[in-house]
């Protein structure tokens, strides 16, 4: 078949990645003129990185691996302890904290050159019998049998099918960034998660020296941001116990990104005839699992299994769309609660069993739930 993607992402070059290599014709039609790089890093866990492995993407030599997730209180104490190491035994893949931009290299090492046309906005889709027609903002058109909207938060696709759908404010934002920090934590392959009054903090080598770290803190709408975002940070978060103030004493304002928590219900049907949805133009949800990449991936995943097996395209998006309802849909609901910023007690955090995280993963996933075939 003929597709047209909607989106330069993570999801659009995943999935044009799964489409060509079965024999479809792919194009891509991106808004931003060149390739989005921004963003800092990225976690992949197992799930993802399973799906990652199956379109011949390696990550190997890039970021960094993550064994633990040791929760932690303001003051140092453990909270609670996640073997991420034995999630990676479990299901052959390990978790990592990576870049955007080298995720993005990567899914496009071995692409066609001419796949992407950049600087070309979806401004319409329309249908007609077996036939998706895309209108573009400079009033070109192109026309093909499938249409896939990867085209994000503020997706294009998405409004053309349902409207102007409405997308929910969480309570916290999160400046992050992804810098070169030297402390013993970057050397390690242990992912931390603060939380205490202030709000939260995550921290996760990245590999090549650097880590990719975060601060969540209660946020609004129209809220006006601090002057000096990283000496906020300093004023709320310095007092916490080390790795922060360390971490904070490095870090630079120039490495600095914000952005608010937003959701949308989980829709149990994406798409319309032969256009879908995949990634955040699907299911919008806050990163506190860390799962949005991964759930774009998983998207992939089912996607190509669906299209693989004939027959009439638009049942097949559907089945898509139903296969992965369950499994996003839960990981949407949870990450809508900010489990990051959960204050669960010490004590309380003991009862839990360091391996359950990987029976999450599962509980997540299509791809390591499935059948080997």
Known sequence: MDVLVIGAGVGGLAVA????????????????????????????FSNGAAVLHDLGVSLDGVGGRFDRI???????????????AHAATLYGFPNKSISRRLLLERLSE?????????????????????????????????????LIGADGHHSVVRRELWGDLPIRTATFGTWQALSRIDIDLTRAHLHLMITGREGACGIIPAGDGKLQWWFDVRWSPGEPR????????????????????????????????????????????????????????????????????????EDVWVLGRELAKGGDPAQRLRAYERARYPH??????????????????????????????????????????????
């Open 17 to 44: 990645r799964s489409l060509l290599a079965a024999g479809h014709q792919v194009r891509i039609y991106e808004q931003a003129p060149t390739m989005r790089t921004g963003g800092a890093g990225l976690s992949i």
């Open 70 to 84: 040791d929760a932690l209180t303001a003051d140092g104490r453990l909270r609670l302890s996640s073997d991420m």
């Open 110 to 146: 071995g692409l066609p050159g001419d796949l992407i046309s950049y600087g070309t906005g979806c401004r319409k889709v329309t249908q007609d019998g077996d036939r998706v027609t895309a209108t573009f903002d400079d009033g070109s058109m192109i026309t093909g049998d499938l």
């Open 226 to 297: 601090p002057v000096a975002p990283l000496a906020e940070l300093r004023r709320r978060f310095g007092h916490w116990a080390s790795p922060v103030p360390e971490l904070l004493a490095q870090a630079s304002e120039d490495d600095l990104d914000f952005f608010g928590h937003h959701w949308q219900k989980v829709r149990r049907e994406w798409g319309k005839g032969r256009v879908t949805l995949l990634g955040d133009a699907a299911h919008l949800m806050p990163p506190t699992l860390g799962q949005g990449a991964n759930q774009t991936l």
């Open 328 to 373: 996003v849909n839960l990981v949407s609901r949870l990450a809508r609660h900010s489990p990051a910023n959960w204050r669960i007690p010490p004590l309380i955090g003991r009862m839990f069993s360091e391996t359950s995280q990987s029976g999450m993963l599962a509980r997540f996933s299509n791809r390591l739930t499935a059948l080997p075939h």
